[in-house]
């Protein structure tokens, strides 16, 4: 193993770590000791340096691997495209008209207005999505222990799955929010997008009455938007958080760990596979609010 001596807490912890880089300010005192003279951009070595780091900090492991399957997914995809003809499909064509069909069937029934960007945003997010999930079921070890050689740091953090990362899943949601906000403007305009979180749900025909609902509709309102993105990024990357965790602990118990990793790898391949679609229609069902009138 890529840790082998460390304490179960610590063989967690160091599974659990992201690969922080980020600024330490000048005379910073590091975990080995050493005072930085001048503001440093570096490598955190444990979880402090990677707190004190700040908001600017940024976790490597988990951009580089949502970029990169991102570019996976991207490429695939455009091979497909490129090799699509009138004729019967290969099967790898297939497998991808299949998704592509799903997904497409999806959004005809969720989203009730006309736009050229959500089915295409559809199979992005179902596909990005369940790519990053995967990485889950690649032996916790296995990459680190390459990480780790390749550093020559026996103690290299090194974590694959992106969507155990908030970060991410923060970045995916937040995005998300940032649609249906233009959307609802888009679709209602300003004045519209204003009275939808005013005049609902509490209403009047009474003019003084309906000034005095506008806070409490606002409050409500507000509150319901704003749960939005935060229900999506805490139900993905607290799913996700708990397999890794779970793949952790088996990976403790030795000779044991590849019977039991078979069979919750199965389990989890459901886990997977369904929160990448739970993220894909929680996102065209919220759009698809934004753009209907109440």
């Known amino acids: 193993m890529a840790t082998e001596g460390l304490t179960p807490t610590s063989y967690i912890q160091h599974h659990l770590q992201n690969l922080v880089y980020g600024r330490l300010p000048a005379g910073y005192e590091r975990s080995d ?19 004190d780091m700040g908001f600017l900090a940024i976790n ?13 997914f991207s490429y695939f995809f455009y091979r497909a495209a490129k090799k699509a003809t009138p004729g019967v499909p290969g099967l790898w064509l297939n497998f991808i008209e299949m998704i592509v069909e799903v997904v497409d069937k999806n959004v005809k029934e969720s989203f009730h207005a006309k736009s050229d960007l959500i089915a295409p945003l559809a199979l992005t997010i179902f596909c990005w999505v369940f790519l990053m999930n995967l990485m889950d079921l690649v032996p916790v070890d296995w990459l680190p ?36 906000i233009f959307y609802s403007i888009r679709f209602k305009g300003v004045g519209g997008f204003i009275s939808e979180l005013t005049l609902h749900p509490f209403s009047s025909k009474n003019l003084l009455v309906q000034v005095l609902f506008i806070i409490p ?24 958080y708990a397999g890794e965790l ?18 919750w790898a199965v389990f989890h391949i459901l886990i997977i596979i369904l929160q ?12 698809s609010l934004a753009v209907e009138h109440h």
Request: aromatic share 12%; no cysteine; charged share 10%.
């Open 33 to 51: 000791g050493t005072i930085l003279e001048q503001d440093t951009w570096t490598i955190a070595h444990n979880s402090s340096e990677a707190v």
């Open 145 to 180: 222990l390459l990480a780790a050689t390749a550093a020559g740091d026996p103690h290299f953090y090194f974590k694959v799955v992106p969507t155990t990362d908030p970060n991410i899943t923060f970045g995916l949601s937040l995005t998300v929010f940032a649609l249906i």
């Open 60 to 72: 490597v492991d988990s951009m580089a691997w949502a970029v990169g399957l991102g570019i996976v």
């Open 246 to 263: 779970i793949f952790v602990l088996i990976a403790m118990l030795g000779y044991w760990q590849l019977p039991a990793h078979f069979v």
């Open 217 to 240: 509709n606002l409050i409500l309102e507000g509150v319901s938007l704003l749960a939005k993105p935060v229900s999506l990024a805490l139900r993905l990357f607290g799913n996700l």
């Open 276 to 287: 990448a679609f739970i993220f894909m229609m929680l996102t065209i069902i919220y759009l």
